[in-house]
């Protein structure tokens, strides 16, 4: 280890770079119980933007009862504007994503200009009713207008699909099935899929079995991320196993930050630090400074009132103190 970074010491057969998919101010904030104030989670995203990761999702546009967390995306949106906009107008030329359930959400983010959403499907009938009061198609049947009219606006779309690995309350979620809605989300017209691990349950080899079925089912892995959440430590090992099978897009939250509060067993998302600290060890490229990332997660530690789960977060922040 050097200042506080890995060594470098590359594997073989591993993608040179990755982007990661920040989820820390949507997926982890929407999990606090505490409202953190609009300027906050701004000033949030600005540093991230300035740690160097360049995809960072900012909100949702959901009911404000469903997540009270997150009721202030109409007035965080505007703060962000400038860091949206392309470089040759001044702008950072960030990817500044946000989730949209249906047509009244999309609206209220096409009304401020947003210029990337995300759907979000379920594998199992269970969340499916718990996070969006539909059945599977039900939802989808929602998604179809909000995708048509995105793509009409010319707005990426990104498909999540939660409990790909197993459920609350069905328990294990057969591939066959998480194929299935995958293909159907892509045929929606989705640009992207995030496999969601929401409750932290995959292995492995269930994820490259995964990974390989939805390939048979005719989705390529250019067109897959994935978002693994750490509840029983698995994420990293997950992680190294997708990157194996070539996917390139890993979901993350600043200082492992996060869960879902329609999933009571989902705990915090995969630290971005952590993360970074393999990615970089790997020796492959994230844009990320990890010291600047780790300076953000404990500024947000301490904005929240308790220390970051992040081990990497942990281990740098009590290297400097
Ligand atoms: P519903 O109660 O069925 O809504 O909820 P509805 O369609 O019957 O409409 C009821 C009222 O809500 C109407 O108002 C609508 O206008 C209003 P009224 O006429 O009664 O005055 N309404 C809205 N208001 C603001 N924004 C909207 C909106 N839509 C309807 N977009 C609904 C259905 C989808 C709205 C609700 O279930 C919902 O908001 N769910 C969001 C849940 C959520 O955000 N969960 C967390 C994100 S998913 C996640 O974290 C997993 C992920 O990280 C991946 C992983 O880890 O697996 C992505
Ligand atoms: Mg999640």
Not at 82 to 107: F, I, K, M, S, Y
Request: a negative charge; glycine letters at 12%; proline letters at 6%.
């Amino acid at each position: 280890m050097i200042d506080g970074l890995p060594m470098g010491v590359p594997a073989a057969g591993l993608p040179r770079r990755v982007r990661i998919h920040e989820v820390g101010a949507r997926d982890g904030l929407q999990n606090e119980k505490a409202i953190v104030p609009v300027e906050v989670k701004a000033e949030f995203v600005r540093r991230l933007a300035a740690a160097g990761l360049t995809t960072i999702e900012a909100t949702s546009f959901v009911h404000p009862k469903w997540v009270p967390q997150l009721a202030d995306a109409e007035q965080l949106m505007p703060l962000l504007a400038g860091l949206g906009d392309a470089p040759e107008t001044g702008g950072a030329g960030l990817r500044l994503p946000v989730l949209v359930p249906n047509e009244h959400g999309l609206d209220r983010a096409l009304a401020l200009g947003v210029r990337e959403i995300a759907v979000f499907g379920s594998a199992t009938e269970s969340f499916a009713k718990a996070n969006l009061n539909r059945t599977v198609d039900e939802a989808l049947a929602m998604f179809a207008p909000v995708v048509a009219k995105a793509a009409d606006a010319g707005v990426r779309v990104r498909g999540y699909l939660s409990m790909c690995f197993g459920d609350p309350w069905e328990g294990p979620v057969p591939i066959g099935r998480v194929a299935d809605v995958s293909r159907r989300l892509l045929d929606l017209g989705c640009d992207e899929l995030s496999l969601g691990d929401t409750i932290g349950v995959a292995t492995p080899g269930h994820v490259t079995a995964l990974l390989t079925a939805l390939n048979e089912a005719g989705v390529p892995t250019e067109r897959i991320g994935v978002h693994f959440h750490d509840t029983y430590g698995q994420a990293l090992a997950n992680t190294l196993a997708a990157l194996q099978h070539g996917v390139t897009t890993v979901d993350a939250s600043a200082g492992g930050l996060g869960g879902c509060p329609y999933a009571k067993s989902a705990t915090g998302n995969l630290a971005t630090e952590d993360l970074v600290w393999m990615l970089h060890g790997l020796g492959i490229d994230t844009g990320v400074d990890l010291g600047q990332l780790t300076d953000t997660s404990v500024w947000m530690a301490d904005q929240l009132g308790r220390p970051s789960p992040s081990r990497t977060v942990r281990a740098l922040s009590h290297k400097e103190s």
